[in-house]
T-cell receptor, first 110, second 112 residues
Framework: KQEVTQIPAALSVPEGENLVLNCSFT??????LQWFRQDPGKGLTSLLL?????REQTSGRLNASLDKSSGRSTLYIAASQPGDSATYLC?????????FGGGTRLMVKP | DAGVIQSPRHEVTEMGQEVTLRCKPI?????LFWYRQTMMRGLELLIY????????DSGMPEDRFSAKMPNASFSTLKIQPSEPRDSAVYFC??????????FGPGTRLTVT
């Protein structure tokens, strides 16, 4: 059974810092991996999707990498802003079924 | 496109009552998913449909839960009878085959 772990569970940083969120998974037989953002009381917004054949994807200040063989993905956020404060979730897709990590709650302080 | 639409956004009901949650996927998507999110267990997949057919319902917690997808533009998740431990946020998501999943805003269910 696929298990997805995110470290750290919570992170507080001052505005402007670059930061890395980590995601690990136990079964490397995946189709793709998605990073989501969830604001309090809201739904999930898809940020990036990395196919299993890809190493990384970039969107603006966000960069996600994937090392399938080691079962790891990272989400890099450059020049963090208070508006980046949210919970970030990674989800592994194996056979059209997403398994989510527990999320990292990010607080960016002005 | 309006995205994935869910209704109601909030539902408060008493234990023992029937609850029906509704979802309209993004037009053209052929896969639909129901998830549940709680503080204790995080986000869990309950069931997913492909081309209106249930493919995997192993996440449905009990027989009190049932889901249907009568056509490509509508799905329901029903809980009967509801219990306080069913209180959670229920999300519907849709995708085209195995690509990016798009989530609805969720239904916050409270069972008293």
């Amino acid at each position: 059974k696929q298990e997805v772990t995110q470290i750290p569970a919570a992170l507080s940083v001052p505005e402007g810092e670059n930061l890395v969120l980590n995601c690990s998974f136990t079964d490397s037989a995946i189709y793709n991996l998605q990073w989501f953002r969830q604001d309090p009381g809201k739904g999930l917004t898809s940020l990036l999707l990395i196919q299993s054949s890809q190493r990384e994807q970039t969107s603006g200040r966000l960069n996600a990498s994937l090392d399938k063989s080691s079962g790891r993905s990272t989400l890099y956020i450059a020049a963090s802003q208070p508006g980046d404060s949210a919970t970030y979730l990674c989800a592994v897709n194996a056979g059209n079924m997403l398994t989510f990590g527990g999320g990292t709650r990010l607080m960016v302080k002005p | 496109d309006a995205g994935v639409i869910q209704s109601p956004r909030h539902e408060v009901t008493e234990m023992g009552q029937e609850v029906t949650l509704r979802c309209k996927p993004i037009s053209g998507h052929n896969s639909l998913f129901w998830y549940r999110q709680t503080m204790m267990r995080g986000l869990e997949l309950l069931i997913y449909f492909n081309n209106n057919v249930p493919i995997d319902d192993s996440g449905m917690p009990e027989d009190r839960f049932s889901a249907k997808m009568p056509n490509a533009s509508f799905s329901t998740l029903k809980i009967q009878p509801s219990e306080p431990r069913d209180s959670a946020v229920y999300f519907c998501a849709s995708s085209l085959s195995e690509e990016r999943q798009y989530f609805g805003p969720g239904t916050r269910l409270t069972v008293t």
